[in-house]
């Protein structure tokens, strides 16, 4: 959001002055098409890496690399499914059981286990991996907001107002008071916090139909918020709310324990959307949106060109607007957005209503809505095409 800082936009608490100075990188580059310029795309990936390795160093004490290099929550492992045997043989070899950590409406199970003292949390994965071969291990990996303030002029366009009351879940920072939700809950120290990455998402809902939306914040005041388990565990409450729909705007890596909640959730006939991020084509591929069943969603600008900063997942489905548009902030003022953050929410309304209106053919008529872009029939660009093109509110 214009008016929020840097790091609030980017969903990266506490790093203001490193992102201050990779700005000027980024506002020279988000103008330009998909494949006008190499050199762009390196840049955002290096932009990515200095932003993660930026995270780690001002929260040290809450957050480190973990074997796949990836940020995630200090001194932590989480160990899914585990059966006697194998707490006890982690526990000899100097791992202790911080908590259990149960998501009964996706039958998830998952001891939380503090690392032996003195080891980085890198060693004590790839030991704890040696020592229980075959066992769900994962840290607790950072997932991030995907979305920032928009640069370049706003247009014209017009919304729809058909309501849409099937439910809908967003899972992100909390919606400040001017976004009013049916159901609200955190997931995280200091949560349900007002943010306006959370609200931009709700606003969004709304503009685009949304009358009955639950939300969950994963971030509250944590610096390592909007974690794996957070996110799994909003995942069992979205079930509990009866929620046929999620909205993800967050991404990150591959995580077993986050998978497995994806996989429960979908059984229990829930469909989940996801943004595919702002690190451009060059960056690992984003995840949940990659996760299979997940509808990824990439983002286009006000004349329909894919952001050049849009990033990339293992499948990509569909295309909607994602700038030169406003969302609201947590004080209710609508300002510019930019981002896939903003393109995964107008899906998820369109895949609700399809729901309501065509039930087990959902997918088959948001296909039908979906306007064909770039070259003729599905494409890694734009997938299977553009929905919810009018959904672009701009003044």
């Known amino acids: 959001m214009a008016a929020a800082p840097a790091a609030a936009q980017l969903g990266l608490p506490g790093i203001d002055q490193t992102l201050g100075q990779v700005k000027g990188t980024l506002g020279g580059l988000v103008d330009r098409t998909v494949g006008e310029s190499l050199d762009t795309v ?42 006697d045997a194998s707490i006890a043989r982690a526990l000899q070899a100097g791992f202790t059981v911080i908590a259990r950590e149960d998501v009964p409406d996706l039958g998830l199970s998952v001891v939380r286990l503090a690392v032996p003292a003195g080891q980085s949390l890198a060693h ?39 309501a849409v009351s099937t439910r809908i879940g967003m899972i992100d920072g909390a919606p400040g008071p001017s976004a009013p939700v049916s159901a609200l809950r955190g997931f995280a120290r200091g949560a349900p916090l007002a943010s306006d990455h959370g609200s931009a998402v709700v606003s969004l809902l709304r503009q685009a139909g949304a009358a009955n939306i639950v939300a969950a914040d994963v971030y509250g005041t944590d610096p390592a918020g909007g974690n794996a388990m957070a996110i799994a565990q909003a995942l069992g409450w979205m079930i509990a709310q ?19 909640a994806i996989k429960a959730i979908q059984t229990r006939g829930a469909v989940v959307v996801a943004a595919v991020g702002n690190d451009g084509p060059a960056a690992p591929p984003s995840f949940p949106a990659s996760y299979p069943g997940v509808l990824a969603v990439t983002a286009v600008d006000g004349r ?55 039930g087990a053919g959902w997918q088959a008529e948001l296909d039908g809505e979906a306007r064909d872009l770039g070259r003729r029939g599905p494409d890694p660009v734009f997938g299977r095409g553009l929905v919810c093109g009018l959904c672009r509110r701009t003044r």
């Not at 993660?52 to 990836?70: G, M, N, S």
């Open 42 to 83: 390196q840049r955002l990936a290096s932009v990515r890496t200095l932003r993660l390795e930026a995270l780690v160093r001002d929260h040290r004490d809450a957050i480190e690399f973990d074997a796949d290099a990836q940020p995630a929550r200090r001194s932590e492992l989480l160990l899914e499914s585990a059966d």
């Open 124 to 162: 004590a994965q790839r030991e704890l991996r040696g020592l229980l071969p075959g066992a769900i291990i994962a840290a607790d990996q950072l997932y991030f907001a995907s979305g920032t303030a928009a640069v370049g002029p706003v247009g014209k366009a017009g919304m729809p107002t058909t």
């Open 242 to 260: 009866q929620a046929r729909v999620v909205s993800i705007s967050l991404v990150g890596p591959r995580n077993p324990v986050l998978e497995r």
């Open 304 to 358: 329909d060109r894919a952001l050049i900063e849009a990033g990339r997942a293992l499948h990509l489905d569909y295309a909607a607007p994602g700038a030169d548009m406003l969302a609201a902030n947590a004080a209710g003022a609508w300002k510019p957005v930019r981002g896939t953050s903003f393109a995964a929410p107008l899906v998820a309304v369109r895949t609700a209503h399809a729901l309501s209106d065509a």
